[in-house]
């Protein structure tokens, strides 16, 4: 059993940055792929970010490259979703996932998830 606890969503402005954390208990974190998928009202969740349990390749969806940076600290058991530019369009509550294959992650089947943590981006 994996235990996922992000933290770091907040109220911001847009055009402004937010981190995320999310920290695991319960399993060697290393093994496992971990990422963000976020819901956002009315819709379905979609996919955000995913990171391999080495920490060397990330995967990222359309709507967030080149403004979103996942990264992991496997001495900590913890990743992290670093979120500049940040539009109204990102508000959303985003959760963390684990898997132990990251692709289930990215597809959205992952075998934990978070409770999630609220983002709201004002315009």
């Known amino acids: 059993q994996v235990q996922l606890v992000e933290s770091g969503g907040g109220l911001v402005q847009a055009g402004g940055s937010l981190r995320l954390s999310c920290a695991a208990s319960?399993?060697?974190?290393?093994?496992?792929?971990m990422g963000w998928s976020r819901q956002a009202p009315g819709k379905e969740r979609e996919f955000v970010a995913a990171?391999?349990?080495?920490?060397?390749?990330?995967y990222y969806a359309d709507s967030v490259k080149g403004r979103f940076t996942i990264s992991r600290d496997n001495a900590k058991d913890t990743v992290y979703l670093q979120m500049n530019s940040l539009k109204p369009e990102d508000t959303a509550i985003y959760y963390c996932?684990?898997?132990?294959?990251?692709?289930?992650?990215?597809?959205?089947?992952?075998?934990?998830w978070g409770q999630g943590t609220q983002v709201t981006v004002s315009s």
């Open positions: 996932a684990a898997a132990q294959k990251t692709h289930e992650v990215v597809v959205g089947t992952p075998d934990y």
């Open positions: 319960g399993r060697t974190f290393s093994s496992y792929g």
């Open positions: 990171i391999r349990g080495s920490g060397g390749i990330a």
